[in-house]
């Protein structure tokens, strides 16, 4: 168990917009930042975090919540591991009491695949630095690749001894379950016998966003030709190949800090390239690359630069992945390196000044480096020729933005020496192809299926739950504010008749509201709302100084995230830059009594209207009482009436 101190120091730290930008690419908006949501695909933000606040919200999934929610939701930490990772980050030292037997077989099976592969991988990190055979042939291989100690060990890269389960023998023996080693492929079992997947393999471990140990990449060094040269953990409830790109944990704020991603297709040129200084760039470690992978990319920068080495052959294989970042609305440069070169090679063989010119002055827009490829094959063949100008077209189909697909329509005109107009005219031949295949697979399954499309309602709004919201947000906003209220009360004038006079006393916010809900003896009747309020008015009592921050910190995770919608729920319509268009929304702080005094009387107006259409219906189920029922109506329509005078509108 961590202690409280640790977890207080901890949220006391911990800055929400430093740590989530470890994941989102996030942009100044206001007081607050924004970005694009990691949790659903989208090309407009709706993640905004508030540094002020230290919250988060994502509006496309309404997910939000504190700094160790984000982690959990992210990154599927349980609440330790959030802490533990912060609590790394901002190098605090931890202090927690030693795990019972019992805790540990407790610990989820995705937990358990997580500490198996932790395991093994400072197993084979030991193994090549602590011992002669390691040193001998796994270290000295990479010594002879030409990485430092520094750049080996900051990848933590390993060695696995050339034996049938001298890892699975000393995992078993240290308390693991060959269950675990067995899902994360760590270990192959066949029947009674079992051995090590990356036996005489150097290792390199593969690591999430956020710096877990998912899987292994591992390359043999003998001449066994009948065995893979490279062998990747097999997919698992943690390690999806598909998801996942070599190199992001240690790249991901260079990425964003450059603007630009390098995209090489192996461990060692990521590796070679990080050591030349070139450290925002990442692999998709030999895999064809996927929709996937480029969101992740996606979230850091839009511009993306991939780097093929010389083979022909290769390149045009990899064309395909140049369409799929096209489609997520990002920017595509190419860059080629000698024949016979490849990242990595040309690396080791550059100093980094001379590494980063050449990316610089040879990188080309995907448009020119796709048409200097294709037309050594078509040179003077005009089918071939008419042929790649349609595949160039069909790769600016894909790009999402209007204006940008004119540009590049343009710029291949330019290049083919061809009319826009025959571009244009293509362009929408595809669109319209297409389309109709998406009609055509739409019109099927409706046919298989015979659905009679229904009508779509108009959303129905909850008006007591939002009125209850606006004031469970003043109370976690100006609670402890003390303002002038004005109320109207009814006393006698000169000529002995009542009437309503206003008078203005001073109060905290929270007191008010307190006494107005106890007055009228109301409830909230959302279960979450009516547990906060509570919890509020106790804590906004004991405590002179309200640190919103602190109370997010400390309640439980179901009625944080309740704080942040109701907090980030106004912060929607910043997303949309409204001052820029010269819109500029007034400031709630401007007239704070007003708010509360208007929320609550609003709240029992709408109260009324209930009660009588309850009465309503009583009359109609029992006839006999009607006349006290009216009687009841008329007493509620009175209140109403003297509302509408205090809220100055007719209600």
């Excluded at 989208?42 to 002020?52: G, H, L, N």
């Excluded at 002055?361 to 063949?381: G, P, R, T, V, W």
């Excluded at 008015?537 to 944080?560: G, M, R, Y």
Aim: aromatic fraction near 10%; proline fraction near 2%; charge should be negative.
């Amino acid at each position: 168990m961590i202690s409280k101190s640790t977890i207080d120091k901890v949220f006391e730290t911990a800055r929400v917009e430093e740590v989530i930008g470890d994941f989102v690419n996030l942009k100044k908006s206001g007081s607050n930042f924004k970005g694009l949501s990691p949790f659903s695909e989208e090309r407009s933000p709706s993640f905004m975090v508030s540094p002020v606040k230290q919250i988060w919200k994502d509006f496309s999934s309404g997910k939000g919540g504190t700094v160790v929610s984000f982690l959990m939701e992210h990154e599927h930490f349980t609440y330790p591991e959030a802490i533990k990772y912060l609590a790394k980050k901002y190098n605090i030292e931890i202090e927690e009491t030693e795990q019972t037997n019992e805790q540990k077989e407790e610990a989820s099976e995705r937990e358990s695949m997580y500490l198996v592969s932790e395991f093994a991988n400072t197993y084979f990190q030991n193994i090549m630095h602590k011992t002669d055979v390691g040193k001998s042939i796994g270290l000295s291989y990479f010594k002879e690749r030409g990485f430092t100690d520094e750049i080996i060990k900051k990848f933590q890269l390993g060695y696995a001894l050339d034996e049938w389960q001298a890892f699975t023998d000393e995992a078993i023996k240290k308390g693991y379950q060959l269950e675990y080693l067995e899902k994360t492929g760590l270990t192959i079992v066949k029947g009674e016998k079992q051995f090590d997947r990356f036996k005489g393999r150097v290792l390199f471990p593969i690591h999430s966003m956020s710096g877990r140990v998912l899987g292994f990449g591992g390359r043999i060094l003998g001449t066994n030709k009948k065995a893979a040269k490279y062998l990747n953990s097999p997919e698992s409830d943690i390690y999806h190949k598909s998801k996942v790109l070599y190199g992001i944990f240690y790249a991901k704020q260079s990425i964003a800090k450059e603007d630009n991603c390098y995209l090489v297709e192996g461990y060692t040129d990521v590796i070679q390239f990080y050591q030349k200084g070139i450290t925002n760039v990442v692999s998709s470690s030999g895999t064809a690359l996927t929709s996937e992978q480029i969101r992740l990319i996606n979230r850091l920068t839009k511009n993306i630069t991939v780097l093929f080495d010389g083979d022909a052959a290769g390149i045009r294989a990899s064309l395909r992945g140049i369409d799929l970042i096209l489609e997520q609305g990002m920017n595509v440069k190419v860059c080629t390196f000698p024949d016979g070169e490849d990242p990595d090679s040309f690396a080791k063989q550059n100093t980094q000044e001379e590494l980063a010119d050449y990316l610089k002055n040879n990188a080309k827009d995907f448009i020119a480096y796709k048409a200097s490829l294709l037309m050594e094959d078509a040179k003077n063949d005009p089918v071939k020729k008419a042929a790649l100008i349609r595949d160039m077209v069909t790769s600016i189909s894909k790009i999402p933005d209007r204006i940008q697909k004119e540009i590049y329509v343009q710029e291949c005109a330019r290049i083919m020496d061809i009319s826009e107009e025959v571009l244009f005219s293509t362009l929408a031949q595809i669109g319209k192809k297409e389309l109709q295949e998406a009609n055509k697979s739409i019109k099927k399954e409706q046919k298989a299926f015979e659905v009679v499309k229904p009508r779509i309602a108009a959303k129905k709004v909850d008006i007591q739950y939002e009125l209850e919201s606006k004031i469970i947000e003043a109370l976690l906003l100006y609670g402890n504010r003390t303002e002038a209220f004005e109320d109207l009360v009814l006393k006698e004038n000169d000529e002995g008749d009542l009437e309503l006079k206003p008078v203005v006393h001073e109060a905290k916010v929270f007191e008010k509201i307190y006494l107005d809900l106890q007055e009228d003896e109301m409830e909230f009747s959302n279960d979450n709302f009516r547990e906060l309020y509570y919890v509020l008015i106790d804590t906004l009592n004991q405590e002179s100084e309200f640190a919103l921050e602190s109370f997010v910190n400390k309640v439980e995770p179901h009625i944080a995230n309740e704080i942040t919608h109701i907090l980030m729920n106004d912060e929607r319509y910043n997303l949309h830059d409204w001052e820029s268009k010269n819109i500029y929304p007034k400031s709630k702080t401007h007239s704070i009594a007003q708010l509360v005094s208007e929320t609550i009387l609003s709240l029992r107006c709408y109260l009324i209207d209930q009660k009588v259409s309850d009465f309503k219906q009583e009359t109609i189920e029992n006839p006999s009482n009607s006349k006290s029922v009216l009687e009841d109506v008329m007493n509620y329509s009175n209140l109403k009436m003297l509302l509408s005078r205090k809220l100055n509108r007719v209600l």
